[in-house]
């Protein structure tokens, strides 16, 4: 996302080089998948609306696919060092190949300048005001046609920083537990709305920006909603301040007001509470979104991102606590896109959705030949369920149109566009038979006491600290 004015609302060849220097096997986009089109049915030749277990026993345990998409920060950003934090993950995941003798990464992008930055910890919670950023233009220079050279460039010595355990404990508890994806990819390069409308609709219908007052999407083939509703399946949205699906009008949203909308409460505390409610009474609908607030809780810069961690570690707290509940979930912890924020994984070619909808530019601004047809930089995933496999890290390439796939995996849904009817499901996460690996939920360490007043703080000058000199 850009900067507060529109905060108020809610507030995808280069590939192929780096899967020849790694340690596994990259597949295909659509390895796997068959060809199908906009409207077919996973499994054809049984009855939409259900589950037939014996066609995806990976998801036979689970009754509820819970969401929690936070915003704007890159795979690298966040889990860079996780090979390097623990030593069970170091030939599993996917972050920074090789330290130099100072503990940083040697990664490093030129600025507009000719200034060299190498990757460097980010002093604290704190990010820079407006920087780095993730436009259309912005990051399609960052991919520098599959170079991964212009981040630095792009958005600033900003867009080189990254997180590590000093700063999200509970995240990398839960990336050491849980399975990572380390081949998810926002669905497209640009900003958080194409990417939130991808994740429901299978399409950014024709948006690249993230604008104030925000449009009315309508996606010419539907969305996931509409497509719940006309099988019988409950759906809900639990939220701070913005609910995602008033990207298709808020009038969608206050129509389904206390049936399928829950909010706004007013703070991430709240929200957490009125989830902890659902899961209390049995209640929590089959598909849930879970989001925290998008002025001070959503890690967007400049906020405190431990800020938004707390809120999600309450989430999935609340969640282990109802074993009734936990025991037949699949919790997905992700973001919208990369916010900026380098990442040394090229997004690989991708399928434009082929709904007749192609990205909206300003006249004689740059296509980069990209039709929707490159998915965008990876971001931090984690797969959270009772039944996710023990010690695994999934390399399969996934977008958000990937939990559309789940989604129709489990009920026998049809397909929205090309590009979710081509997507993989996440369900290489999960285990097919025996008895559930988290049975019993690990124990987590606790996240720092972090409030939304210290993300206010984080706008004050100085408050994300000194960064390294170029060259450094």
Known sequence: MSR??????????????????????????????????????????????????????????????????????????????????????????????????????????????????????????????????????????????????????????????????RILPFYYSLASQFPVCDRYFSSTLCQTYPNRVFMMAATAAGLTTTDTPPPAVKPPNGQIFDVLEAHGISWGCYYTDAPTPALFGGGYVSSRSGKSCFGPSGSPDRTIQAFQAALASNSLPAVTLVEGGYRYSSEENPQDVQTGQSFVAGVIRALFAAPAVWSKSMLVFTYDEGGGYYDHVPPPAAVSPGDGTHPALKPGQNGYGDDYTRLGFR?????????????????????????????????????????????????????ASGPAPFATPPQLVAPPPATEQDSKNCSNPGAAGAFPAPGR
């Open 379 to 431: 971001v931090p995933t984690v797969i959270v369920s009772p039944w996710a496999k023990a010690g695994f890290t999934s390399h399969t390439i996934y977008d958000h149109t990937s939990i559309l796939a789940t989604i129709q995996r489990r009920w026998n849904l049809p397909a929205l566009t090309r590009r979710d009817a081509a997507a993989m499901p996440l369900t290489d996460c999960l285990v």
């Open 4 to 165: 507060m004015n529109r905060r108020r609302f809610l507030g995808i060849a280069g590939g192929a080089a780096v899967a020849a220097s790694l340690p596994w096997r990259l597949p295909s986009w659509r390895a796997g998948a068959a060809e199908r089109l906009p409207g077919s049915l996973p499994f054809p030749d049984r009855p939409a609306g259900m589950l037939h277990p014996d066609l995806v026993p990976e998801l036979a345990n689970i009754d509820h696919i819970i969401i929690v998409m936070m915003e704007n920060h890159s795979f690298d950003n966040y889990f860079g060092m996780l090979p390097h934090r623990y030593p069970a993950l170091a030939q599993r995941v996917d972050g920074f190949a090789q330290l130099a003798a100072d503990g940083r990464p040697t990664n490093a992008n030129t600025d507009a300048k000719g200034n060299v930055f190498r990757c460097f910890p980010m002093p604290n919670g704190c990010q820079l005001n407006g920087s780095p950023t993730q436009t259309w233009d912005a990051s399609h220079a960052s991919f520098a046609g599959g170079a991964m050279t212009g981040f630095a460039a792009a958005g600033g010595q900003a867009a080189m920083g990254y997180w590590d355990q």
